[in-house]
């Protein structure tokens, strides 16, 4: 008799992590890149919903049309609409126990910063202070990013979804105090903000940025498209007007003949007047 392989269990890529801003998120990612950390490759069934979805739990996974692969997250909860704070996009689970915002606000503790404008140190202490209704349930954060892992590669769209509750978020340990990922660099490039969610495959598609390129050793600089056109350049500026006696310099033959006859006909014109002027008045 023979039996279908059974399905490996899919387990949060962290077990308790929370996620301040946007480095934190790469360092997550650089750490599945090297293989320290394991992303999420298909959709979570119902047993592993149930027992990994909960407080401090971090999931990072890639878009894929493929079959097997995955589209979209799902987890089976109902969600708010979602809020941005950058740059992370923040869910709150409705409750059929949640109230009105008519009762009192739970207190919680969280660090931040007093100052001329108040700075936070974490987004979710963001979507907390900005949001009126504080669910008694899960809140859900999400973020994606375009992964370059070299220069001819096509790029990849990773995602980060997390998930706390406001009474636990205080205690889940952060980047900076979780042993593995403390000693991590991200090296510059890897990363791009994935804000846009065009899933085309094509990556000249807007909304699927492209790695800069450099020009070949054989390209020519460009040349000034018309005398005015100054080749002087500014390191912030851009183009440099050229003067006014370049100008004239460059000015066509045409314009030039133009001008003389113009003078010419002034300088008789002011001598017919001065004719009639000193004419006596009878």
Sequence with gaps: MFYAP?????????????VRDARDAHVVFEAVRQGLLKPVHRRLNELERSSFIQ?????????????MG??????????SQ????????????????????????????????EGPSRTWTSSAQ?????SDHHTSGLVKQA????????????????????YFTYADLPTIPTVDQDPLLRGISVPPGV???????????????????????????????????????????TKKDGVVLPSLHSAIAHTPMGFAGSHHRNS???????????????RPIL
Excluded at 83 to 90: A, D, S, T, V
Excluded at 126 to 130: F, I, T, V
Excluded at 192 to 200: L, V
Excluded at 208 to 230: D, V
Aim: charge should be positive; glycine fraction near 4%.
């Design 6 to 18: 059974a399905q490996d269990v899919q387990r949060p890529t962290h077990p308790r992590l929370h």
């Design 191 to 233: 990363y791009k903000s994935g804000k846009a969610r065009s899933r085309n495959s094509d990556a000249s598609t807007p909304g699927i940025p492209s790695p800069p390129s450099t020009p070949s050793p054989g390209a020519s600089a460009s040349r000034p498209s018309s005398p005015l056109q100054s080749s002087n350049r």
């Design 264 to 278: 010419a006909r002034m300088a008789e014109d002011q001598r017919m007047i001065q004719m009639l002027n000193s």
């Design 126 to 130: 963001s979507h907390y202070e900005r």
């Design 143 to 162: 973020y994606s990013a375009w992964v370059f892992t070299s220069v001819n590669a096509k790029p990849r769209k990773w995602h980060l979804t997390a």
């Design 82 to 113: 979602s809020r941005m704070r950058e740059p992370y996009l923040f869910y709150d689970e409705k409750l059929a126990s949640d109230e009105p915002p008519s009762e009192p606000k739970a207190k919680c503790t969280y660090r931040f910063v």
């Design 55 to 67: 407080s401090g739990s971090l999931f990072v996974w890639e878009e894929s049309d493929d079959e």
């Design 70 to 79: 995955l589209k979209r997250w799902t987890d089976g909860r109902v969600w």
